[in-house]
């Protein structure tokens, strides 16, 4: 069982960052970073940071600023954006982590939004390699199912923005929809959901570049009853990491025979004896080397970028 103790992490600009620090009884073979979905507590990720504590990792588990135990007593007066997330939480998260650890392997695993996040980051750099989990590109027009497209509209076109105007922020609690949301995430979310190409098309982000230079080895996996991330986003989203040696992972319910997968319940505990070691297994190739340049270059040789290379019952 890990060792388990909260705390305060300062990020770039000094906001006070709830985190959790999970650490094996013996001498950590590396360290892993868990960068949540946009709006989703820290406690969804538990459960998988303990798994992965067990195989001797130290894992980090964070909530973004407006969220979860990062939540100001003042939500209103919180002036944030999803980029802040990528930009000051995220990046702020792993250079704290290599520092104290500088002499270990860096591993991430970015979920959904958390996945954007290690392709924004600048210090994504630092990691020897990473694991992007239902991560897409999360245009309205991905959303296969008519009634889901219309719900998302009308919740990310009109309710988030009207809330956030109305509240000074986005009370989705009592929308039963994930955590509330700081009204500057609301509108930056709702203004890249309807751009053709998400945010690879807001000139101001650059992501296009950002991702380009991105050169660790990346697991990209995507689950076919995820109604949010269809195979089609996350590929659009996979094909930016130009430089980025990629295996792209596309599965089924039935291939792994424990239940749902959707956007959220990989993380559930239900999948501990099957999804969950094919994660950590890939992470645990990726330990031997601290420099992430280095193990770029060796996997590149094996893996050709950006290609479909397993996909059981996809």
Not at 35 to 55: D, I, K, T, W
Not at 118 to 126: D, H, P, Q, T
Not at 130 to 143: G, M, P, Q, T, Y
Not at 269 to 285: A, K, V
């Amino acid at each position: 069982m890990a060792n388990v103790s909260r705390f305060t992490l300062p990020a770039a600009d000094a906001y006070p960052l709830g985190a959790s620090l999970f650490e094996p009884d013996q001498d950590p073979r590396g360290v892993v970073i868990i960068h949540p979905a946009s709006a989703v507590s820290q406690r969804l990720y538990q459960g998988f940071a303990n798994a992965l504590c067990e195989r001797g990792l130290t894992v980090i588990c964070y909530d973004y600023r407006g969220i979860g135990r990062s939540r100001p007593e003042h939500l209103d007066q919180l002036q944030v954006s999803m980029q802040d997330w990528a930009e000051l939480d995220a990046d702020s998260v792993t250079r704290w982590a290599h520092q104290r650890w500088p002499t270990l392997p860096m591993l991430a695993v970015g979920h959904s939004f958390g996945g954007h996040a290690i392709g924004l980051g600048e210090a994504s750099r630092l990691l020897s390699a990473a694991v992007l989990i239902a991560c897409n590109a999360s245009c309205l027009r991905f959303i296969t199912s008519p009634w889901l497209r219309l719900r998302a509209y009308v919740l990310l076109k009109i309710l988030f923005p009207l809330l956030s105007r109305v509240a000074g922020y986005v009370p989705c609690r009592r929308l039963g929809v994930s955590e509330d949301v700081p009204c500057g995430v609301a509108r930056q979310c709702s203004h890249w959901i309807s751009l053709p190409r998400y945010f690879f098309d807001d000139p101001e982000l650059a992501a296009e570049a950002r991702f380009a230079r991105l050169t660790i080895p990346l697991l990209v996996v995507g689950f076919d009853d995820d109604p949010y991330a269809s195979r089609d986003s996350i590929d659009l989203l996979a094909s930016y990491f130009t430089q980025a040696p990629v295996t792209r992972l596309q599965l089924t319910p039935e291939t792994l025979g424990s239940g749902a997968l959707g956007h959220l319940d990989g993380f559930r505990r239900r999948h501990r004896e099957t999804l969950w070691p094919l994660l950590t297994g890939w992470l645990e190739q990726h330990l031997a080397s601290t420099d992430p340049q280095a193990q770029s270059t060796q996997d590149a040789s094996a893996v050709t970028p950006n290609r479909e290379l397993y996909a059981p019952g996809g």
